[in-house]
């Protein structure tokens, strides 16, 4: 059974560190990406990055399948990931396993041509839109210490400045463990 990793919260380093390359997998990283999905599912989110877990890798997935208009969408696993083009816009309420509780309608591209390698390390350059796109980018932001709070207006900010403050000092308590306070993270 995998296991059942915590959530780096708002407020530690390695979320915003931008992350260290993978060069290859292994049974190590299969293992990993394997904890990732659990975790994920657990939490109840729909995408996940390495640095979410306190792990320094250029790591993403994400599995929207579980919302029923997108049921029939495959999940993704993103090594090493960069947005080489972006068209159209859209607006969509996003929030983030990391930050509990805050949630804001952001303005992101709705298309997005994203270069990553696949578990064969192959690369792979790919057209994503609409919902997906959308949680791709949340996610590859991550991988260079960007969050989605980087993108509220100042007056949004401002409305949740103490909220921010609390889950710096670990005072949430979502429905999944959290890792808080902690500066020291992990290469694999």
Known sequence: MPD?????????KILRSKTK????????????????????????????AAPQINVDLSLTIVDI???????NVKPVILLNPVVEESHGESVFEEGCL?????????????????????????????????FLSRVIQHEIDHLSGKLFIDYFSKE????????????????VT??????????EFHGF
């Open 4 to 12: 059942l990793l915590p959530i780096t919260t708002y407020g530690m």
């Open 21 to 48: 390359s993978i060069e290859d997998v292994d049974t190590g990283l299969i293992e990993l990406i394997e904890n990732m999905y659990y975790t994920m599912r657990h939490a109840n989110g729909i995408g996940l």
């Open 65 to 71: 399948s579980c919302i029923e208009e997108y049921k």
């Open 98 to 130: 990391s930050i509990p509780e805050v949630r804001a309608e952001l303005q992101r591209p709705d298309q997005v041509l994203v270069k990553y390698h696949d578990l064969d390390m192959k690369e792979v350059k790919k057209e994503f839109d609409g």
């Open 156 to 171: 949004v900010q401002k409305e949740y400045k103490q909220l921010l403050s609390d889950i710096k000092k670990g005072k």
């Open 174 to 183: 979502p429905d999944y463990p959290l890792h808080v306070n902690s500066d």
